[in-house]
């Protein structure tokens, strides 16, 4: 069904029936852009992944900076 919402995201009108591998793709088929909406779906849970390592990344900078002050 992501499939499905990516062609309509891209403007897939349902014209090309998508039956043989090889086949040329007409003008009208935004397959291009079905393809990038495919990889954005790919970065999604990525989003959270990073957020927890920046958030870490940062508390670990702030609390090496406290020892740091500390001890002066």
Do not use: H, Q, W
């Not at 897939?12 to 090889?22: C, L, M, N, V, W």
Request: proline letters at 4%.
């Amino acid at each position: 069904m992501l499939i499905a919402l990516g062609g309509v995201i891209a403007g897939y009108d349902g014209s090309f029936s998508f039956e043989r591998i090889g086949l040329e793709f007409p003008d009208t088929v935004p397959y291009v852009a079905m393809r990038l909406v495919s990889c954005f779906y790919l970065l999604l849970p990525f989003k959270k992944i990073i957020f927890n390592v920046f958030i870490c990344l940062l508390f670990s900078i702030l609390y090496a900076a406290f020892i740091v002050l500390d001890a002066v």
